[in-house]
Nanobody, 128 residues
């Protein structure tokens, strides 16, 4: 069982930055591939980024590549999403998710059903 708690969301002007954190429970955290998703009102949940259990591999959606950075600290059982050069279209609820049972090649496909555990989400609002 994995429990995930996101934090760090808020209101920021376009061009600004935010760093999201996702604190995870469980002694096997370092074995879990992790991902960030987002969901805007009226839209489907969208893949943002993923990181392998060791942290050695990362993968990004084209819409955030070059602006967002995913990282993890396996000692602190925490995954981060550094978001720079934010745009109004980045406004959404951001979710952290864990995929302990899916291989890396499946995880980066970005399908939400490959992730078994989800946090409650944190709101990010970017004003123009």
């Amino acid at each position: 069982q994995v429990q995930l708690v996101e934090s760090g969301g808020g209101l920021v002007q376009a061009g600004g930055s935010l760093r999201l954190s996702c604190a995870a429970s469980g002694r096997t955290f370092s074995r879990n591939h992790m991902g960030w998703f987002r969901q805007a009102p009226g839209k489907e949940r969208e893949f943002v980024a993923a990181i392998s259990g060791s942290g050695g591999n990362t993968y990004y959606a084209d819409s955030v590549k070059g602006r967002f950075t995913i990282s993890r600290d396996n000692v602190k059982n925490t995954v981060y999403l550094q978001m720079n050069s934010l745009k109004p279209e980045d406004t959404a609820v951001y979710y952290c998710a864990a995929a302990p049972n899916s291989p890396w090649g499946t995880v980066v496909a970005g399908h939400p059903n490959e992730y078994d555990y989800w946090g409650q989400g944190t709101q990010v609002t970017v004003s123009s």
